[in-house]
């Protein structure tokens, strides 16, 4: 799985020194994007030939879908770069057949390209009525029936081919943005969709108005996210999701002052790192594997983290802090004192902290000085709260009762919105009128 950030030319520059190093641009902006990007190359190789993380490369060209005839000029700068997706974007398209028919007609070229087609979910607006619909691609049956065309179409195609590729071109884009327009369902979209979703768009928005902002942001009640990305995550993980995974928080860089482009953008690095490091804990694990694995903690994250790596990664022996644990053995690992852990070279032992309060944890042992620490994050891959966390969140369509129901509705087309007047105000909005007309019945006094 690789993450990265959909971009626009003007912003390469920030989100690379924040670490981003994979790309999503617009098709119209791809010229100016590959020469800034070589620009910063041969900036960065100049002053520091061994410095390869302020290296970005574009990994997704984003084409809308009322331009979809130029896909062979898209698909060829696509080779020319090696990128590997090219997504079609179909937010404000009320025609979404017309796109798959063009596409079906550039089936020969499409064949000829290494490139993976990803078909976004999207919607449109029609004209005066501020209220999104639907445009033939926003569920997973929708999508299905979309890549089922598609995939006739190409196996029609290449039948007399000599050369057949083993998977299709053609693949889902999920933005959860766009989803939550329509109170979908997040997390059922997503095991639906299964091995057909190869592409993720993350970004955040209030339920009613496509905003592109940054995950994490929305929230309702007490601190109770609108959006519960955990649950996505985890639910990535659960389908063995190996594809692409964007930040796509393009209306955020909208909204801000140009002073704070650079803090959020690290911020935005900061979550996309949190995201993709749960998707490489193998990768991870493989670097250490010259160092002896010593797990601290002997808990429901150790257990989490031995039925997931314990057979590939085994600990060398389990550290906890509870003296009559010590002696005990966890899956066949001993746990002892964590004094112990002095009596290895601090260069020949990597400690992986598998508790939930790890900060102070990490500190300890970084005080013994071992400098090689990690934490491992097991409620990624925990599915037992997963019936509770669906009923706090908006897109999972149930607000009958608590916090929700008393932000949130159902309008009479089954969309989520706002409660805009709530009963409980009828009186402070009656006295605010009476006083405005007051005021007002003041001024026409005066003037007389």
Known sequence: MITGISTRSNLIEAVTRAGFSNLEIRYDELKNAEE????????????????????????????????????????????????????????????VDSVIAKLMDHMEVILKSECRIVLENGYYIKIGDTRVRRNGLCDAADFK???????????????????????????????????????????????????????????????????????????VGRGILLTDWRLVIRELHRIGFDGALFLDIDGLYGSIPTELIDTMSNMAYSIASEWDKSFHWDEILETYENKKLITFGAGPFMHTYMQKFGQRHKPFFIIDKNESRW???????????????????????HVLVCVAAY????????????ASVDYFDAEWFTEEDKENAETWCPDKGDIRTGTLKKWYRYDKGGRLRLRRFQPGRIYHELRNIWRKAKSFLRRIAGRT
């Open 36 to 95: 800034l990007i070589q620009k910063l190359a041969d900036d960065v190789s100049v002053n520091d030939t061994n410095n390869e993380t302020q290296r970005s490369k574009i990994c997704c060209i984003n084409l809308t879908g009322d331009k979809i005839d130029s896909i062979r000029d898209v698909l060829h700068d696509a080779e020319r770069l090696a990128i590997p997706y090219v997504l079609i974007e179909t937010e404000g398209l009320q025609d």
């Open 145 to 219: 029936r979309a890549l089922n065309k598609l995939r006739q179409a190409e196996r029609a195609q290449s039948a007399s081919n000599i050369e057949k590729r083993s998977e299709s071109h053609f693949a889902a884009a999920f933005n959860v943005g766009h989803a939550m327009l329509f109170s979908s369902n997040v997390v059922d979209m997503i095991t639906e969709l299964g091995s057909d979703l190869m592409f993720l768009h993350a970004n955040d928005n209030d339920g009613i108005h496509d905003m592109h902002q940054m995950p994490y942001t929305f929230t």
């Open 327 to 349: 002696g005990e053995t966890f899956d066949g690992v001993e746990i002892k004192n964590p004094e112990e852990i002095r009596k290895i070279p601090a260069d020949e032992c």
């Open 359 to 370: 900060r102070d944890i990490v500190k300890e042992i970084h005080d013994m000085g071992i």
